[in-house]
């Protein structure tokens, strides 16, 4: 049984950071890659990070590069999204979940039965507000 549990999220002024840590269990993290997606109220899920489990390669949306930053640790089976300079906008539920690439998270299209993941976290709220 994998299990992804986030953690680390929470409010935030902007400009400000949070650290987001996603513990997997349940398997051997270093077979997959790992990512994170987010979900405003009424948005749809969006990638927002990804990092492979081959190489080590990173993939940011447009709208976090730069600011956010992921990284993995194999040994530890988790993955963390450090994020820095947060804005009102990065408000969302922030769920880790991985796969066998990082292409379903970084394709740009929403996860579902057409771009399917195959784990999921229950989700991290962060919440960016003066």
């Known amino acids: 049984q994998v299990q992804l549990v986030e953690s680390g999220g929470g409010l935030v002024q902007p400009g400000g950071s949070l650290r987001l840590s996603c513990a997997a269990s349940?398997?051997?993290?270093?077979?997959?890659?790992i990512g994170w997606f987010r979900q405003a109220p009424g948005k749809q899920r969006e990638g927002v990070s990804c990092?492979?489990?081959?190489?080590?390669?990173?993939y940011y949306a447009d709208s976090v590069k730069g600011r956010f930053t992921i990284s993995r640790d194999n040994a530890k089976n988790t993955v963390y999204l450090q994020m820095n300079s947060l804005e009102p906008e990065d408000t969302a539920v922030y769920y880790c979940?991985?796969?066998?690439?990082?292409?379903?998270?970084?394709?740009?299209?929403?996860?579902?039965?057409?771009?399917?993941?195959?784990?999921w976290g229950q989700g991290t709220q962060v919440t960016v507000s003066s």
């Open positions: 349940g398997f051997t993290s270093d077979l997959y890659a």
């Open positions: 979940a991985t796969s066998v690439s990082c292409l379903p998270i970084v394709s740009g299209l929403p996860p579902g039965p057409l771009n399917p993941v195959d784990y």
């Open positions: 990092i492979s489990s081959s190489d080590g390669s990173t």
